[in-house]
């Protein structure tokens, strides 16, 4: 058989079948597989009619078509899918052969099998692909990360399909083992919270300001003209103006119980293991939650008082001016806090991530993608080690620039009964992060007072000491426990 093809594709669901095509459309020859082999046939004679794409109907066939090394790609169903095909892949390749993993695979997973695929000598990747069936099909955000030494071969391929943003190539090199699968994951939660911000400001222009849908959309297209020019508010605009065949807004007939499938989750208890204060996409994926709780709610919305509603008296133009800014403001945190997360992953992992490559894989092609993502870019250009994104010039003024409006915003929705999780928890966040003092001293004294958990004085760096707060009890501090 004649070893023709550059890589083989396992998965012919909508993804797979895309990103073959796409693989077809850059010069690549790709052989396709999957499991139910009817769907192998189906796409030649249909999707794939008239492409250099070649099918096989074993994996044994597939194999002896490729080049060396031998590259195969995974679009299967994440979990056992992909142990199931890659136990099946391993005697039918050779030491330093390729296998990637292209599905939304949780990154431990894709740690574990780099580690037991390098012990047999072939290369693996887990690669996040972000985009959709339609950044599949033209062009995806790819973050691709594992063994090393896979890369040079991958990489034409790989920032061929990809998408561009300013001519470069929306995906480069994250990092060893699981840290694209990492990295993708911590996209798909700063996604939640970029939604979840959103739904904020609409529900705000429509309870607070007493807009429209029209008028809502009208807003978000303007404010796509500007900072907050990105794919997500370009939707929404189009969300907020769409009208069901009888003329009705069809967002006003749709269920107000958000779904999840676990992605902003899994960010949001890596940030708990981590002990890093991730508190907007928390604050994002918690909102889904209770929004799913519909039933509760309409109980307690006929029980539970809350401000009497009041027509908005203020400054209209100046108020959606400050929401624009407190959206903007928020999305800072909230990047910043997903950076702060890589980077204590990368501490945990002895991953070199390279920040603003990520930006710029963020930057085209993925649901997060923005102009945003472009300054994010330039700060790490400008500082490869930055600290914290709120520390770059351009942030630090931008936030400077948002905060007065912020406060107004938050303030306002609190005072009217506007529920605002994220927009409020950013703010919070923004205003224990940039104090010196916070009241932590006295969870320490309360610690010590019931438990004898002992601190640390000022005075003393180092040093745990121990009260007898009240003359009672004993000298003895905790050693032993520390929940
Ligand atoms: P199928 O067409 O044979 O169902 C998306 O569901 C892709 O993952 C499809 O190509 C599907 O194959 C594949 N897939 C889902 N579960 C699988 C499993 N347990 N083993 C192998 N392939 C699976």
């Known amino acids: 058989m004649a070893e023709t093809a550059d890589i083989a594709l396992i998965g012919l669901a909508v993804m797979g079948q895309n990103l073959i095509l796409n693989m077809n459309d850059h010069g690549f020859v790709v052989c396709a597989f999957n499991r139910t082999v009817e769907k192998v046939d189906a796409f030649l004679a249909n999707e794939a009619k008239g492409t250099k794409v070649v099918g096989a109907r074993s994996m044994e066939e597939m194999v002896s078509k490729l080049k060396r090394p031998k590259k195969v790609m995974l679009l299967v169903k994440a979990g056992a899918a992909v142990d199931a095909f890659i136990q099946k892949l391993l005697p039918l390749l050779e030491p330093g052969d390729i296998i990637i993993d292209g599905g939304n695979s949780e990154y431990t997973d894709s740690q574990r099998r780099s580690k037991e695929l390098a012990e047999k000598k072939i290369l693996f990747v887990g690669s996040g692909v972000s985009g959709g069936e339609e950044g599949a099909r033209y062009g995806p955000s790819l973050m691709p990360g594992g063994s090393p030494d896979a890369w040079?071969?991958?990489?034409?391929?790989?920032?061929?399909?990809?998408?561009?943003?300013?001519?470069?190539?929306?995906?480069?090199?994250?990092?060893?083992?699981?840290?694209?699968?990492?990295?993708?994951?911590?996209?798909?939660?700063?996604?939640?919270?970029?939604?979840?911000?959103?739904?904020?400001?609409?529900?705000?222009?429509?309870?607070?300001?007493?807009?429209?849908?029209?008028?809502?959309?009208?807003?978000?297209?303007?404010?796509?003209?500007?900072?907050?020019?990105?794919?997500?508010?370009?939707?929404?605009?189009?969300?907020?103006?769409?009208?069901?065949?009888?003329?009705?807004?069809?967002?006003?007939?749709?269920?107000?119980?958000?779904?999840?499938?676990?992605?902003?989750?899994?960010?949001?208890?890596?940030?708990?293991?981590?002990?890093?204060?991730?508190?907007?996409?928390?604050?994002?994926?918690?909102?889904?939650?209770?929004?799913?709780?519909?039933?509760?709610?309409?109980?307690?919305?006929?029980?539970?008082?809350?401000?009497?509603?009041?027509?908005?008296?203020?400054?209209?133009?100046?108020?959606?001016?400050?929401?624009?800014?407190?959206?903007?403001?928020?999305?800072?945190?909230?990047y910043a806090q997903g950076f702060m997360l890589m980077r204590e992953a990368a501490n945990n992992y002895d991953w070199n991530l390279n920040y603003g490559g990520i930006a710029l894989m963020w930057r085209g092609g993925c649901i997060i993608r923005s102009v945003f993502l472009g300054e994010i870019k330039k700060a790490f250009d400008k500082n490869p080690t930055l600290a914290n994104l709120l520390l770059d010039d351009f942030f630090k003024n931008a936030i400077h620039k948002c905060q007065d409006g912020w406060r107004r915003v938050v303030a306002s929705s609190v005072m009217q009964g506007i529920p605002t999780p994220c927009l409020s928890s950013a703010l919070a966040f923004y205003d224990g992060y940039r104090s010196e003092r916070v009241p932590a001293n006295i969870i320490q004294a309360q610690r010590d007072y019931f438990g004898a958990h002992t601190y640390e004085l000022l005075s003393a760096p180092g040093k745990f000491v121990h009260t007898n707060w009240t003359g009672r009890g004993g000298q003895v501090s905790s050693s032993s426990y520390n929940a």
């Not at 539970?304 to 133009?317: M, Q, T, V």
């Open 152 to 334: 040079p071969h991958i990489k034409p391929i790989f920032q061929a399909i990809a998408a561009k943003s300013d001519g470069e190539p929306c995906c480069d090199w994250v990092g060893k083992d699981g840290a694209g699968h990492y990295v993708k994951m911590v996209h798909n939660g700063i996604e939640y919270g970029d939604m979840q911000l959103i739904c904020e400001a609409c529900h705000i222009m429509k309870d607070v300001v007493g807009m429209n849908n029209d008028e809502i959309s009208e807003v978000l297209s303007e404010w796509n003209k500007g900072e907050l020019d990105s794919f997500l508010i370009e939707i929404t605009a189009d969300i907020m103006r769409y009208k069901d065949t009888d003329g009705v807004h069809l967002v006003d007939k749709i269920k107000d119980a958000a779904g999840q499938k676990g992605t902003g989750k899994w960010t949001a208890i890596s940030a708990l293991d981590k002990g890093m204060p991730l508190t907007l996409i928390g604050e994002s994926v918690f909102a889904r939650c209770l929004s799913s709780l519909k039933d509760e709610r309409v109980v307690a919305s006929k029980q539970l008082s809350g401000p009497a509603k009041s027509a908005f008296k203020g400054d209209k133009k100046q108020f959606i001016e400050d929401l624009r800014l407190a959206l903007y403001a928020s999305k800072i945190i909230s």
